[in-house]
């Protein structure tokens, strides 16, 4: 992986980190989530209209990842809803670089060196080290969020898989989330009876903004696990954990606790050893 490559995964981390801010403070999560799918959707709309088609053998790929990918948001909501945001996002990002690189390493038969291991093990210890439980007798929110991390190396699996497959990733990435903007919609219609959207409400056009973010946070990442191992750059993009402790520090008044700066020391850490050993 090229320092070009490095770089922009870690940037997809930073707009990941920045969605999910946009969707802890909103009142109604799966309309949110709903909204970011179609913002994601219509932003995705050129590739799928001025690139060619993603190759006939990627589709079966595309097709379950869209399904893994309305899950996870399923179970993301779950998780935000019965558990705190500050256990729940670290147990969700932390465990999925772990399973990725084990997934990607029977599945795929991808190897990685005893440094590289050593970061993505860092990043996911560093990561889950900033999961709060406060009362151990109530499992239920981390055993969504660890659901949740399933979800995202699942789905990282599939897309590492079908975006090699596809012949040119940005297709590939472009009718995943055409596709992907669908059942969420669907969902929340059968539910409410109504649009999950009004386009004089500013939280629309933010949610909207967020799919953007999402579209291009993502797509990154599925161009980088053509070109470098998945469980490498799950690890890296995992690191919008830290970021999310930044923005919450800088910008929501949240307080960076001595174990959080320390699980944060960590997480560098590892992303400078996989930086350093790529």
Same mark, same amino acid.
């Given at each position: 992986?090229?320092?070009?490559?490095?770089?922009?995964?870690?940037? /997809? @981390? $930073?707009?990941?980190?920045?969605?999910?801010? !946009?969707?802890?403070?909103?009142?109604? +999560?799966?309309? *949110? %989530?709903?909204?970011?799918?179609?913002?994601?959707?219509? /932003? @995705? $709309?050129?590739?799928?209209?001025?690139?060619? !088609?993603?190759?006939?053998?990627?589709? +079966?790929?595309? *097709? %379950?990842?869209?399904?893994?990918?309305?899950?996870?948001?399923?179970? $993301?909501?779950?998780?935000?809803?019965?558990?705190?945001?500050?256990?729940?996002?670290?147990?969700?990002?932390?465990?999925?670089?772990?399973?990725?690189?084990?997934?990607?390493?029977? $599945?795929?038969?991808?190897?990685?060196?005893?440094?590289?291991?050593?970061?993505?093990?860092?990043?996911?210890?560093?990561?889950?080290?900033?999961?709060?439980?406060?009362?151990?007798?109530?499992?239920?929110?981390?055993?969504?969020?660890?659901?949740?991390?399933?979800?995202?190396?699942?789905?990282?699996?599939?897309?590492?898989?079908?975006?090699?497959?596809?012949?040119?990733?940005?297709?590939?990435?472009?009718?995943?989330?055409?596709?992907?903007?669908?059942?969420?919609?669907?969902?929340?219609?059968?539910?409410?009876?109504?649009?999950?959207?009004?386009?004089?409400?500013?939280?629309?056009?933010?949610?909207?903004?967020?799919?953007?973010?999402?579209?291009?946070?993502?797509?990154?990442?599925?161009?980088?696990?053509?070109?470098?191992?998945?469980?490498?750059?799950?690890?890296?993009?995992?690191?919008?954990?830290?970021?999310?402790?930044?923005?919450?520090?800088?910008?929501?008044?949240?307080?960076?606790?001595?174990?959080?700066?320390?699980?944060?020391?960590?997480?560098?850490?590892?992303?400078?050893?996989?930086?350093?050993?790529?």
């Amino acid at each position: 992986m090229s320092i070009f490559v490095l770089s922009l995964v870690l940037f /997809a @981390a $930073l707009l990941h980190a920045s969605w999910n801010a !946009l969707l802890k403070s909103s009142a109604d +999560p799966l309309g *949110a %989530l709903a909204v970011m799918t179609i913002g994601s959707g219509l /932003a @995705a $709309l050129p590739l799928i209209l001025y690139l060619p !088609l993603p190759l006939p053998e990627s589709w +079966p790929y595309i *097709a %379950l990842s869209a399904v893994l990918h309305t899950a996870y948001n399923l179970f $993301l909501i779950r998780a935000y809803r019965i558990g705190d945001f500050s256990q729940s996002y670290p147990i969700a990002r932390g465990s999925s670089p772990l399973l990725v690189t084990l997934g990607a390493a029977l $599945l795929v038969g991808e190897q990685m060196s005893w440094m590289t291991l050593l970061g993505v093990i860092l990043i996911s210890v560093g990561i889950i080290s900033l999961a709060h439980i406060r009362n151990r007798l109530h499992l239920a929110g981390p055993v969504a969020a660890f659901t949740t991390g399933a979800f995202i190396a699942a789905y990282t699996i599939t897309d590492g898989l079908g975006a090699r497959a596809a012949g040119n990733a940005l297709s590939y990435c472009g009718w995943l989330f055409v596709l992907d903007s669908i059942p969420l919609l669907l969902i929340y219609l059968r539910l409410h009876k109504r649009l999950p959207m009004a386009f004089g409400s500013k939280e629309t056009w933010v949610a909207l903004g967020g799919g953007l973010m999402s579209l291009l946070a993502y797509g990154i990442v599925i161009w980088a696990v053509t070109l470098a191992p998945m469980g490498t750059v799950s690890a890296l993009r995992e690191t919008s954990v830290l970021f999310a402790a930044l923005i919450g520090w800088l910008f929501l008044g949240e307080k960076l606790s001595m174990r959080r700066i320390l699980s944060c020391l960590l997480i560098t850490v590892g992303a400078i050893i996989l930086g350093l050993h790529l």
